[in-house]
């Protein structure tokens, strides 16, 4: 069976401040992927990567950065110089290329980032 | 614009009633998929179509119903079957059936008993 723990409910910054999203995964399966969303309040889920599990080069793109490490089943997330405009949700999600599965994502419980001005 | 849209925005139920969200994809994506959100919680998958005809339970589909006879159609039953239904719920699509797509969202219905 499949599992994403976030463990962090609820972060709370000041802008500026770097943050780190905390996401554990479990699976089977020696192929599968990774991904994160960012859920606004306006509800939306925005993609924000795609991390297939052969890759585990580490991405940055702006203020954004993920940490990738199968030794720890772990896909962590960081924020640079974080913002007000980050103020949101964030969920992370594993899809597995096994069986029934079809692309249905389980998500993790999200971390509610709050970053004040 | 491109993309996933979902109607209506906002919907009250009265007990034992029906009701059927909307949700139109012009992506040309062959997969769709409804989730449902509580708060506090992560998604959960009610129902999934990978191509056109064709549907699949998801992990909590009891008191729901879905159709897919078009392509860019994939509306959602919450039956008065449906022991609790109040709850955000979005529907998303994907290329196809590879689970390496990514699966893009729409912006979401919120449903409320009243």
């Known amino acids: 069976a499949q599992k994403v723990t976030q463990a962090q409910t609820e972060i709370s910054v000041v802008e500026k401040e770097d943050v780190t999203l905390d996401c554990v995964y479990e699976?089977?399966?020696?192929?599968?992927?990774l991904f994160w969303y960012k859920q606004p309040p306006s509800g939306e889920l925005v993609f924000l990567i795609r991390r297939n599990s052969f890759d585990e080069q580490n991405e940055i793109s702006g203020r954004y950065s993920w940490n990738f490490q199968k030794s720890t089943s772990s896909f962590n997330f960081t924020i640079t110089a974080s913002q007000v405009v980050d103020s949101a949700v964030y969920f992370c999600a594993l899809s597995d290329a096994g069986g029934t599965s079809y692309g249905k994502l389980t998500f993790g419980q999200g971390t509610i980032l709050t970053v004040h001005p | 614009d491109g993309g996933i849209t979902q109607s209506p925005k906002y919907l009250f139920r009265k007990e034992g009633q029906n009701v059927t969200l909307s949700c139109e994809q012009n992506l040309n994506h062959d997969a769709m998929y409804w989730y449902r959100q509580d708060p506090g919680q992560g998604l959960r998958l009610i129902y999934y179509?990978?191509?056109?005809?064709?549907?699949q339970k998801g992990d909590i589909a009891e008191g729901y119903s879905v159709s897919r006879e078009k392509k860019e159609s994939f509306p959602l039953t919450v039956t008065s079957a449906q022991k609790n239904p109040t709850a955000f719920y979005l529907c998303?699509?994907?290329?196809?059936?590879?689970?390496?797509?990514?699966?893009?969202f729409g912006e979401g219905s919120w449903l409320t008993v009243v």
């Open positions: 699976t089977r399966d020696t192929t599968y992927y």
């Open positions: 998303a699509s994907s290329r196809d059936r590879d689970s390496g797509n990514t699966i893009y």
């Open positions: 179509s990978q191509i056109v005809n064709d549907f």
